[in-house]
């Protein structure tokens, strides 16, 4: 569950914050009251906190990916989200075994919003 969120987040961009007081990143300074636009899919491909970001490994660890935000913008359903995920992926494999894609996948299209990831459609045979 967790390398599916880090791989694909829901959420890729959330509203911007405002800085309270004047912040260098990276020999970049930002005022006070300019926004910051966090990039969580960005983050959660990053090369210097993830080997090979750009990989699906379902055994990654350690896996400190950033999905829910982080600190005190953690996002307050992240267990539950979790939780209904991991219910909802075990049901659906035990119920189809042979679960596999009914279209290649360079067919499967996504959403077209910076805010909001996820396919448009997720044709499957259910077998």
Sequence with gaps: MEELLRFSNPVEQPPPRFTREEVTIRGVTIPPGEAVMPL??????????????????????????????????????????RLEGRIALVALVRRFPRL?????????RWRSSINLHGLRALPLHLT
Aim: charge should be neutral; aromatic fraction near 6%; proline fraction near 8%.
């Design 40 to 81: 969580l899919a960005a983050a959660n491909r990053d090369e210097a906190a993830f080997e090979r970001p750009d990989r699906l490994d379902i055994t990654r660890e350690p896996n400190r990916h950033v999905a829910f935000g982080l600190g005190l913008h953690y996002c307050l359903g992240a267990p539950l989200a």
């Design 100 to 108: 596999r894609l009914a279209v290649d996948p360079a067919r499967l």
